[in-house]
Structures are given as C-alpha cells and as structure tokens.
C-alpha cells in the first residue's frame, strides 16, 4: 500500500524562525512529490520535485528531493504569520494520475 | 489564470435531498478530480475524469455520483447522503500528461442533517 508520512505532525515557531517539514514516502512508480499549502480552504500548489538534488526555490520557501532516501524536505526561512498553514506532501504514483497525501504538518508561527 | 472555481461555498442538505455541486476550470486541463476531506485530514481521492471519461473511482458509494458534461466542468451529484458525508469537497485539475501539478478549487462545505 503507498504511503506517505510528514513529520512533525504540528509545530509553533516564532516569526523569523526557520523550519524544516519533512516527508517520507513508500509508493509503487514514483514519479513526482508535490508540495501543498492550505490554510483555511483549498490547497495551494507550492512546488513539484522530480529529480533528486535539485532544490526548487520560491522566496523563502524551498524544498529538494533525495530519491535515493524517499524524502523531501520543505524549508521556510524567517517565517511570518502568514505562514501558518497546514503543509501538505504528495506522491504522484503515476497510477492515471493518483496523488497520495501525508497527513500534513501544522505550522503556527507566533508573534 | 490558474484558477478553480467551485459553488456553491457551503450547503446544507437533509438525507434525503439531492442537490448537486459544481466545478469549473478554463485552463484547458484534461483531467479533473474530485477530492473529500475530513476536518484535520488530508484530501481523499473519490473521482477521477480524463478527457471527460471516467478514468477511476475510488470505490465511492453511489450515492455520490460524478458527471463531465465538457472538458471545463465537473459536476458531483449528491442523493440519500448521510451525515458521515460532511466534509470539504474539493475539485482539481491538472494538464494531461506528465509531469503536471495539480490545482484544487476553493471546495464546498457540505452539511447533511
């Protein structure tokens, strides 16, 4: 069974801090890992990782891909409290287009 | 324009109402989706439309039934639903062929009382 795991499931952190989310994944014909933010309604699509070692960059947000390992990891640099969100990954199984969630990682980031 | 759209925002139906969600994109993407989530958990893969077929179900009750009149819209058909069946729905789509990404709509908030 493909699966996806995020760690850690919540996390507070003051403004400027920098995170790391991490997620891990066991999924048959891996093709891609997708990056979601959510806050209160749909998902916004933040970043696709197909190819290990390449870091994909987006302001203070960046993620890379170690498909070697089976993980991703998300970075966000001097954090804002607009960052708080729930942090979702993906796998794209390339099963007719199937993405497989984590669970998400909660972000609050304080004041 | 990378925009979803989907209405109605929230709706509130009774077991044994039918009422109908709707889904719209104009990005020319080929494959559409529908999503369930449940509070604090991620989105669940119900429906999946390549070029306006059917191209897999997640083994959904029939009680929720899908249709893709044309390329742009989806619509998800709602009757005798039960309380279990309040969540957030979401709708997707993406550009067919790989690799893609996928963009999620604003969901409903459907109630079933």
């Known amino acids: 069974e493909d699966k996806v795991v995020q760690s850690p499931l919540s996390l507070v952190v003051h403004e400027g801090d920098t995170v790391t989310l991490n997620c891990s994944y066991e999924v048959t014909n891996f093709r891609s890992l997708l990056w979601y933010k959510q806050e209160k309604k749909a998902p916004t699509f933040l970043f696709m990782l197909?190819?290990?070692?390449i870091e994909k960059k987006s302001g203070r947000l960046s993620s890379i891909l170690d498909k070697k390992e089976l993980f991703s990891i998300l970075n966000i640099t001097a954090t804002q409290t607009g960052d708080s969100a729930v942090y979702l990954c993906a796998a794209d199984t390339g099963t007719a287009s199937k993405l497989t969630f984590g669970t998400g990682t909660r972000l609050q980031v304080t004041l | 324009d990378t925009e979803v759209t989907q209405t109605p925002k929230h709706l509130v139906m009774g077991m044994t109402n039918k009422k109908s969600l709707k889904c719209e994109q104009h990005?020319?993407?080929?494959?559409m989706y529908w999503y369930k989530q449940k509070a604090k958990k991620p989105p669940e893969l119900m429906f999946v439309?390549?070029?306006?077929?059917?191209?897999i179900n997640e083994s959904v009750p029939s009680r929720f039934s899908p249709e893709c009149p044309n390329s742009s819209l989806l619509n998800l058909h709602l009757h005798a639903l039960q309380p279990e069946d309040s969540a957030l729905y979401l709708c997707?789509?993406?550009?067919?062929?790989?690799?893609?990404?996928?963009?999620f709509g604003p969901g409903t908030r459907l109630t079933v009382t």
């Open positions: 439309y390549s070029y306006e077929k059917l191209s």
């Open positions: 197909t190819s290990s070692g």
């Open positions: 990005m020319g993407h080929r494959a």
């Open positions: 997707a789509s993406s550009p067919q062929g790989w690799p893609y990404e996928q963009y």
